[in-house]
Each structure stands twice: as structure tokens, then as C-alpha cells.
Nanobody, 111 residues
Framework: QEQLVESGGGSVQAGGSLRLSCASS????????MAWFRQAPGKERERVAA???????TYADSVKGRFTVSRDKAKNTLYLQMNNLRSEDTAMYYC?????WGQGTQVTVSS
């Protein structure tokens, strides 16, 4: 059964860093479009970053230069490195791919 499981969220101060992981079982992250989304309370879910099958990446303007999406094909895992975090990055973060969604991991940034 296909499954995505996120981890790595937590509470940090502004300017800090976190690395989110999304472990996949049942399908290959290396041959699928994969993305990270986030949703803050009272706001719509937004795409933060994505990585395409050929390896190209795209980012929301609000995170460009601070976040990096990557994948480890051997570990079948998607990552989101988040640096210089801001209070506005506080949200539940979800990974998605192959039509599946993870359960989310909470990121809280205090100023």
C-alpha cells in the first residue's frame, strides 16, 4: 500500500533551520513529480516547492533562496531543507506525490 510519512517538524526561533523528510513506501519518488505544500490556520493550502521527474525544481516566491527541495532515490525519501525561517513559515507541511498525501508535520517559528 502506497504511503507517505513526513517527519522533521518542530519549533524553532526565527532565523533557524529545519529539514523535513517524507519517506515513501509503495511508489518511487525518483520517477514521480513530488511536492511540498503547507497550510497555516485560516489560510488555503499552498505549494511551497516541487521537484520534477527530470530533476528540475520550483519554489514559491516567499521561500526562494531559503528552502531547498531534494530527494534521495536510494532511500526513496523527499526532503525540504528550510533555512532562515520566519514566523510566516509557521504551518502544517505536507508532502505529495503519485496522487497521495502524507499526514503532515507541524512547523512553528517564533519571532
Amino acid at each position: 500500500q502506497e504511503q507517505l510519512v513526513e517527519s522533521g517538524g518542530g519549533s524553532v526561533q526565527a532565523g533557524g533551520s529545519l529539514r523535513l523528510s517524507c519517506a515513501s513506501s509503495g511508489f518511487n519518488v525518483g520517477i514521480n513529480y513530488m511536492a511540498w505544500f503547507r497550510q497555516a490556520p485560516g489560510k488555503e493550502r499552498e505549494r511551497v516547492a516541487a521537484i520534477y521527474v527530470a530533476g528540475g525544481t520550483t519554489y514559491a516566491d516567499s521561500v526562494k533562496g531559503r528552502f531547498t527541495v531534494s530527494r534521495d532515490k536510494a532511500k526513496n525519501t523527499l526532503y525540504l531543507q528550510m533555512n532562515n525561517l520566519r514566523s510566516e513559515d509557521t504551518a502544517m507541511y505536507y508532502c505529495t506525490g503519485g496522487g497521495f498525501w502524507g499526514q503532515g508535520t507541524q512547523v512553528t517559528v517564533s519571532s
